[in-house]
C-alpha cells in the first residue's frame, strides 16, 4: 500500500523554485570541496519522530493524522516499514536510525519482543536489498517502560540491569543483520533525580561495565560499527552522567572507553547543557570524538527538548564549520531527531519539516565551506594570538620556558608595554551575515 500518493518525488530545483516540495538549496549531487552534498551530510531520517510521533506532549494528546492510525500492534508496525521506505525514496534519504521499540511492539516478555523485532528487521532487509537508504544507527530504548524508572545500565536493581545488556545484545546482533553504521548509547534514565538515595559510583562503574561487554559482543559477532555516546544534561533524570561532551569524555577515560567512542552530539542538548551547539562540536572535534550529529534546535523560550527540525542558518553554518574541520563525519550522518510541531499534524508537513532541514544545512555546508575557503576563521585566531608565534610566546606553546624565565620577562612591564587588541566580535558577526547573504 503507498501512503504517499499525492507526494511527488523531492528534487533539486534551485532557491528560486516555488515548489514546496523541492530542495531549493540542497543539491544531492553538488560538489562542495570535492565531495557531493550528499556524501558529507548524510542525512537520516528518525522513525521514532517521523512514523510514530504522534504529536503529543506533557499537556495534551496527540494530534497527528496518519494514514496507518486505523491500524494496531504488528499490523501497525508493518505498515510503518511500507510508509517509511515510501517516505525515503521520495524525499530521498541516504540512511535512517530507530530505537527498538520505535520499529516493534514490546511483548509480554523480551523473548515475545526480539520475535516482534525480527519480523520487522525481516520486512526492512527485504526492502533494503532494492534501496539505497541504509541505516546510520540503531539503539536500544531503555527509557520509556516503567521497569526503566530508575534507569537501566545505571539501575538499582540487577534484574533491570540483566534486561538492558539482554536489549543492547539484541540490538548489537540487528545492527549486523542491517549493516547500521554506528550503534548509539543515548542514557535516558542513566543519571539520578536526588543523591540522598544514589550510589553514584556503583552506578558508573556498572554502566562502564555494560559498554566494555557491547564491545566485546560486537567483536564476537563481528559487528564493526562506530559506538556512540549522545549527551545530554538532565531530563527526565535531575542529572544525567553523560551531561555533555566534556563529562562524558572524561568518563570514557576514567574507565577505559576513549578508543572505542565518539560521540553523537544533538544541538537541543547542547542547548540544554548551557553551551552553543557549535561549542559542544568543537569540544569533540578537539578531542578526536565527534562522530555524528542530531540535526534539531530547541526554543530557547522554553525550558525542555523541544526537538525542532534546524533552520536557523546562522547555527547550521557555524556546525557545518566544525564538521568540515573535523573532516567530516566519518561513518556518522546528520540526523534529524527533529518532530514537526504539534499544530503540524498533517501527512504533508513531515515533507516540508525535512525539506526545509536539509536546506538549512545545505546553506550552513555552503558558508561554511567559503568560509574555510577564506581561511576566515583561521586568519582571525592567526592574528589574535600572534604574540604566542615569537619570542616568549614560542617558548611557553612549545614548553620550553620556567616561571622564573617569565617572572623575568614580565617583572619590569608596565602597562603601556602591553598591547591588548580589540576581540572585534561585532565585526565578525557583521562578516558572517554577508557570507550569509552571499551563498
Known amino acids: 500500500m503507498a501512503y504517499f500518493n499525492e507526494i511527488p ?13 523541492a530542495f531549493k538549496f540542497y543539491n544531492p549531487e553538488e560538489k562542495i570541496g570535492g565531495k557531493s552534498m550528499e556524501e558529507i551530510l548524510r542525512f537520516g531520517v528518525a522513525y521514532w519522530h517521523t512514523f510514530t510521533g504522534d504529536g503529543g506532549d506533557p499537556f495534551g494528546a496527540g494530534t497527528a493524522i496518519r494514514p496507518w492510525d486505523h491500524l494496531k500492534g504488528m499490523d501497525l508496525a508493518k505498515a510503518r ?5 515510501e517516505f525515503f525514496n521520495k524525499i530521498d534519504a541516504p540512511f535512517f536510525c530507530f530505537h527498538d521499540v520505535d520499529i516493534a511492539p514490546e511483548g509480554d ?45 545505571t539501575s538499582s536493581n540487577a534484574d533491570v540491569y540483566a534486561y538492558a545488556a539482554a536489549k543492547v545484545k539484541k540490538g548489537l546482533e540487528v545492527g549486523k543483520r542491517l549493516g547500521s553504521e554506528n550503534y548509539v548509547f543515548w542514557g535516558g534514565r542513566e543519571g539520578y533525580e536526588s543523591l540522598l538515595n544514589t550510589d553514584t559510583k556503583l552506578e558508573q562503574d556498572n554502566l562502564a561495565k555494560l559498554y566494555h561487554m557491547a ?9 564493526d560499527a562506530q559506538f556512540l555516546i549522545e549527551p545530554k544534561p538532565k531530563e527526565p533524570t535531575t542529572h544525567q552522567y553523560d551531561f555533555d561532551v566534556a ?25 540544554l547543557a548551557g553551551h552553543s551547539f557549535e561549542h559542544e562540536l568543537r569540544v569533540a572535534r578537539e578531542n578526536n570524538m565527534l562522530g ?7 526554543d530557547l523560550l522554553l525550558g525542555w527538548d523541544t526537538d525542532e527540525f534546524p533552520t536557523d542558518l546562522y547555527s547550521a553554518s557555524l556546525a557545518m564549520y566544525e564538521i568540515l574541520k573535523n573532516g567530516g563525519l566519518g561513518r556518522g550522518g546528520l540526523n534529524f531527531d527533529a518532530k514537526v510541531r504539534r499544530g503540524s499534524f498533517e501527512t504533508e508537513d513531515l515533507f516540508h519539516a525535512h525539506i526545509a532541514g536539509m536546506d538549512a544545512f545545505a546553506i550552513g555546508l555552503r558558508v561554511a565551506q567559503k568560509m574555510i575557503d577564506d581561511n576566515f576563521f583561521e586568519g582571525i585566531a592567526d592574528d589574535r594570538y600572534k604574540t604566542f608565534k615569537s619570542d616568549i610566546g614560542q617558548k611557553i606553546v612549545s614548553g620550553k620556558t620556567s616561571l622564573a ?28 551575515n554577508q557570507y550569509l547573504l552571499n551563498i
Open 405 to 432: 624565565e617569565l617572572e623575568n620577562h614580565a617583572i619590569d612591564l608596565k602597562d603601556d608595554d602591553i598591547e591588548i587588541r580589540s576581540g572585534q566580535v561585532e565585526k565578525i558577526k557583521a562578516k558572517m
Open 9 to 21: 518525488k523531492v528534487k533539486y530545483e534551485g532557491r528560486h523554485s516555488d515548489n514546496p516540495y
Open 81 to 85: 516499514v511500507d510508509a517509511a521506505f
Open 292 to 298: 555524528s550529529v542530531d540535526a534539531n534546535q530547541g
Open 215 to 223: 564491545i566485546d559482543y560486537s567483536k564476537e559477532i563481528g559487528f
Open 109 to 153: 516478555t523480551l523473548r515475545e519482543s526480539n520475535q516482534n523485532v525480527d519480523t520487522i528487521v525481516d520486512m526492512m532487509e527485504d526492502y533494503m536489498k532494492d534501496s539505497k537508504t541504509k541505516l546510520l544507527w540503531n539503539t536500544a530504548n531503555m527509557f520509556t517502560n516503567p521497569r526503566w524508572t530508575h534507569g537501566a545500565g
Open 247 to 271: 563529562t562524558a569524555t572524561a568518563f570514557l577515560q576514567k574507565y577505559d572507553l576513549a578508543d572505542h567512542f565518539k560521540f553523537n552530539i544533538e544541538a537541543n542538548h547542547a542547548t
